[in-house]
Every structure is written in structure tokens, then in C-alpha cells.
């Protein structure tokens, strides 16, 4: 995963690059960047080249034939299509929640506060049973909206239900600290100044939090599209429509075929890669822009 | 067929060697096996390791794993240590073997194709059959939903679908166009293709979807246990298939621990009067006769085809379930 910007609260000083070195009043650079190298070359590096080496024994044909199988496109599109979406929706909600976390103090914040994080928590198969029992054609939320002629469960819509909830507390994470952080003078000079709430929303508070937002989207889509346990039971698995990305790499697996699997989580990679490096291109541009 | 499934005659060949040998040393063997058989090998372990005290007089403990066939198979075939393999097909045993960790010709070394229990597929309605479902034809009827795993991930929903293949090649006098077109129809009635077979039966008992679950007798059976009697009944259809879940040794993995011995013995006393009668009790169909005449009420005799009917796993895969194949030109856009 290519690293993502940490969000930088507004105002704060880009401190001048200076090569291999950060002034610091402990002692052991040497030491800590080997160790942070190696450590993070074990971790990520050396099984993302691993996956990397494993499709080609059939050669480029075959790892492209793997991947533009319509089943795997359709599968792809799925996958991605809908992380992107939940996390459009999450970065809404997700700010929502969290500005009314962080702003307003009422009985039981702790306790909705701790719920966010109750997805990162559970085992995700454990939401994921959860999800389509509710949400079944006999669920208490899944029956109501069948009388509205509405299926969710077993559909594309379901997988992007259960994405909702995965993805929901990287984005809340992500802007509860900034936003906490946030001078509420800021926000007075605004009012002061004659900005209206909207104002005063759209031009003041959401351009200091937006970086933190992206990183929240970033964070949330990367996930989704990759998710197994909680989606897999509300998702319905029929080829071609509801049949999600990870899936097909199973289905390969389970042939034996270890090389169309590499090449299908080759091409995740490489769509999960471009849209951080989107991502980050986009928060770096802002920075500029910022200019602060 | 015959075979001598006395108790004496097959432990006897089995554990007398060792015995002349000397009090073995503790033993540890490790089982992968697929997810229904859990409870049969809990209790087939016990029993094992009671035969194994009072013939050589040592210990042995049995550990269990437990996961999908497939999984299971690519496990031990990326170093998963285990000794024995009792998996939920053939032709998860045969991919090992193709690995060179376990010797060709591997399912002649046993008795009945190397499987000592078997099961076959039948159909799992809700209680006073509402949709009036009697034979594989009424699978495919509008209005129908099927339950059923998804073959391409699941090794039980493989023998479903052949079954429903053989009825529908057998119905159609050979024409294998019109077979597919029937196999075509039943899978177009399924709402949901879960991974496996344990998540089709919760599909079908748990959150209630569905008219049918097509599947292993063994897990109908269990399922009907679980949730008590009366709430589903099965339907045996006119003819299916002969569901052979087959053992093996792991040769590779034996002869390092030196755990051969144990591990033979092991997969010879599930044949074994007592591990006969243990199977059918945890719902599988035993293969002796005796056995057989005990449990006669609760496994009914069925017209069954077997896998040799399709030419062996390996032309019944490449045919069916391979990429591109039979199975998954029932979801390209005709």
C-alpha cells in the first residue's frame, strides 16, 4: 500500500527537508530506520512480491486471460465499483458522525463513540451472517423492505450494504482527531467575518478536514474492495452479477489453479495501488493549493 | 461386493504386527478432514485410541482439522503436516498425489475405492413438503427455489451436481445437449450459491430461504437432529449418486514422523465393525453389511450411479467445473 499522507492540521509548518536525517534529541537513527526498513520489507514488501512472481508461468497471455475473463471483469467491477461507492457514502456519514461526536456533548457519546469501532473488531465472517440474517428475504429488515419489493440480501446491494458497515469507522477515525484539533476561532472569526453557516462550513471548517476526509475514503475503499467474510454471506456469490472480486480467487484456488488466482489478486493490487497513488496525488495538490 | 468387515479379521491383519514388536511409543497423528465429519471422528478418534492401547499397549492422540476439502488438500500440499487425509472427494486426495505426497494408485490400497463410509445426495423440504417435490424434475419447475452450494468451491455440491446430471442424461436417453439444459434450469432456480456446504445448510434451516436444499444425506440428517424432528423432511429422489468421501495415508508425511504404522491402523479400523456402526450413527451410509441391515430405516436403499458413470474425477472436473466448462456456461449470457 503506498504510504498515505498523514492529515496535517491547517497552519502547521512543513518543516524543511533536509536528506537521511531528522533532527531529534534521542539517539539511534541508524538503527530504527534499519529496523523500520526491514521490518516493513518482511511484512508488505515480501509478500506482495511474492505475489507478484507467482502468475506468470503461463506467460502474459495467460495472466491477461485470466483477468479479462468476463466473469473476472464483472467480479472486478463489483468489488471496486461498490467499495467506491460505500465509501463516498461513508466519508458523508462518517463526518457526520464524527462532527457530532466531537462537537456536541450528550448522554451516551461514549457509548456511540465505541461503537464505531465495533467493525474493526469483529470477526468480519461474524458481521457478515449478522448482515444477511437481517437483511434475508426473513430478516427483520430484509422482510420489511421485500414488502417495498426491495431485495438487498444476495443482490449487488447487499454487498454494498455490508461495505457501509466495514468501511464506516476509517473515515470517522480518520476526522475525529482533526476535527477535535480544530480551532473553534476559526470558525468565530468566520461568523465575525459575515460568513454564513455555509459559508463557514463549505470555505472554513471542510478544507482543513479534507485531506483527513481522502485519507478516511482512501482507507475505507481499499478495504472494501478487498473484502471476504463480511460480505460473502449477504453477497449471493451468482457468477457474473453478484459473484464478488476475492471470490474468483477462491473458486481458482480451489481448481488448483494457482496462477489465474495470483493473476486475478495481481490485478487488485494493481487497481488498489493506482487509486491510493490517485488518492495521495490529490491530497498533495491540495496542500499546494492550500498554500498555507 | 464382499469384503471381511469382521472386527477381528481387519484389526487383526492391522494390529498384530506392532503388538510382536514392541509397546510403541506415544503417537501424535494429525487428521485433515473436510467440515461435516467432525463429530464422526471426535468419537472414531476415542475409539481408536482405546484399539490402540489394548493391541500395543501405547498411546496415541489424534489431533483433528477440519475446513473445506479443497482447502484442506492445498493445505497439506503447502506442508499442512498431516499424517492422514479423509477428504470429500477424490479428486481432492488425487491433487496431493500429484504433488508426489502420496503414491499413485493410492485409492486401490484400501477396500471400496479407499472409502469406508459413503453418502449420497438427496433433497431437504420444509415440513408437509409445500411444494409438492418428489423427483429431480420438480427442481426445475418456475417457482421453485434450490439451495445448493456453488460446485466450483464447494466438493459435496460437486457430487450434487453430477447427480442431478446423471438423472437428467439418464431422463433424456443420452442426448447430453438436453441433460446440460436441465442441470441449466435447476441452477437457474438458485437464489444464492454459498462457498460450502455447511453455509447452504444454514441458508436453507437457519434463515429460511428457499423450497429445497439438495446435498449430503449425511448433513440433511444432521440437520433434521439439530433443529428436531418434524420441522423438515427428506425426499429421496428416483435415482442418485453414489458419494464415495475417500481416506488416504500422506506417504511423504509418515514416513518422516515414522508415524506409518498408527496411521495405517488408523484408516484400516474405520472399517471396523464398531467404526461402521459409529459412521451410520453420525449419518454417514456404512459399507458393512451388517451395519447396513442395522440402519436399514434410517438410509433407505437408492437407485445410485457412481462416479465411474462420468469416467473418474479427473474427466468429470475437466468437463464440469474447469474454467470455461459446463458449469460455468450455465451463467454466460446465452
Known sequence: MVALATPRVAGGVAPRRRPWREPSVLPGFAGALGFTLLYVGLIILLPLAALAARPWEHGLQGVLDAILKPRTLAALRLSFGAALLAAFVNVAMGLLIAWVLGRYRFPGRRIVDALVDLPFALPTAVAGIALATLYGPNGWIGAALARGGVKVAFTPTGVFVALLAVGLPFVVRAVQPVLDDLDASLEEAAQTLGANPVQTFARVILPALAPALITGFALAFARGAGEYGSVIFIAGNMPGVSEIAPLVIVTRLEQYDYAGAASVGLAMLAISLLALVAVNAVQVAMSRRGGR | ?334
Open chain 2, 1 to 334: 461386493m464382499t469384503f471381511d468387515l469382521s472386527r477381528r479379521g481387519v484389526l487383526g491383519a492391522a494390529l498384530a504386527a506392532p503388538t510382536l514388536v514392541r509397546a510403541a511409543a506415544p503417537v501424535t497423528l494429525l487428521n485433515a478432514s473436510y467440515d461435516p465429519t467432525r463429530e464422526f471422528y471426535k468419537n472414531f478418534n476415542t475409539l481408536f485410541a482405546a484399539e490402540w492401547r489394548r493391541t500395543t499397549g501405547g498411546q496415541v492422540s489424534v489431533r483433528q482439522s477440519h475446513d473445506g476439502s479443497g482447502k484442506q488438500a492445498r493445505a497439506v500440499v503447502d506442508g499442512l503436516e498431516a499424517d492422514v487425509v479423509t477428504l470429500a472427494l477424490a479428486y481432492d486426495i488425487d491433487a496431493i498425489a500429484q504433488r508426489g505426497l502420496i503414491a499413485p494408485g493410492w485409492q486401490a490400497r484400501l477396500p471400496f475405492n479407499s472409502a469406508p463410509y459413503t453418502s449420497t445426495v438427496v433433497f431437504l423440504v420444509r415440513k408437509g413438503n409445500p411444494k409438492h417435490i418428489r423427483d429431480w424434475l420438480d427442481l426445475v419447475k418456475p417457482g421453485v427455489q434450490v439451495i445448493t452450494p456453488n460446485p466450483k468451491t464447494s466438493g459435496g455440491a460437486r457430487w450434487s451436481y453430477l447427480a442431478a446430471l446423471g438423472f437428467a442424461t439418464r431422463h433424456n436417453g443420452g442426448d447430453e445437449a438436453r441433460a446440460l439444459g436441465f442441470v441449466r434450469g435447476l441452477y437457474h432456480n438458485v437464489p444464492v450459491l454459498d462457498t460450502g456446504s455447511r453455509g447452504a445448510t444454514t441458508t436453507f434451516v437457519q434463515r429460511g430461504i428457499g423450497d429445497v436444499l439438495l446435498g449430503w444425506e449425511n448433513e440433511a440428517l444432521l440437520a433434521i437432529d439439530e433443529v428436531g424432528p418434524g420441522q423438515f423432511e427428506i425426499v429421496r429422489p428416483s435415482m442418485s449418486i453414489l458419494a464415495e468421501p475417500p481416506v488416504a495415508v500422506v506417504d511423504k508425511v509418515v514416513d518422516r514422523h515414522g508415524t506409518r504404522r498408527a496411521a495405517e491402523a488408523y484408516l484400516k479400523l474405520l472399517y471396523s465393525e464398531p467404526a461402521q456402526d459409529l459412521a451410520a450413527r453420525r449419518h454417514y451410509r456404512a459399507r458393512s453389511r451388517a451395519v447396513q441391515a442395522r440402519y436399514a430405516q434410517k438410509f433407505p436403499a437408492m437407485d445410485l450411479i457412481t462416479i465411474a458413470t462420468f469416467g473418474g474425477w479427473a474427466k468429470a472436473q475437466a468437463t464440469n467445473f474447469a474454467d470455461g466448462a459446463a458449469f460455468d456456461r450455465i451463467y454466460q449470457p446465452a
